[in-house]
């Protein structure tokens, strides 16, 4: 029997394990991912804070505070949700990976 996922909520901290290995697969692939996230936010009931995730999400420098401030809580989440597939795709498994992470932190 399989782990079971869902529903997810990220206050703070992600972990790889949190997730299927199939949506990371599904969310990281070549070619655009938007239909995978969305799937899998929604297979999953995947939300996140939303202060939290804009904070987040105004760090990486792409998006500044008034876009983030009128995204929809179904678009932070499958952007949080994008990224954190990301850097759990580059993750080899171990401690001092040189890429990714097995964690990912809503912290701006």
Request: glycine share 10%; proline share 6%.
């Amino acid at each position: 029997m399989g782990i079971e996922h869902g529903p997810i909520h990220v206050t703070d901290v992600l972990s790889v394990t949190d997730l299927p290995a199939q949506c990371v697969d599904d969310c990281t692939g070549p070619g655009p991912a938007d239909e995978a996230v969305t799937h899998w936010r929604k297979q999953l009931s995947f939300t996140v804070d939303a202060a939290q995730a804009r904070q987040c999400l105004a760090g990486y420098g792409a998006w500044d505070e008034a876009d983030l401030a009128s995204w929809e809580p179904e678009r932070l989440a499958e952007t949080v949700l994008w990224l954190a597939c990301g850097d759990f795709s580059e993750w080899d498994g171990t401690e001092d990976s040189p890429a990714g992470s097995d964690i990912f932190v809503l912290e701006g």
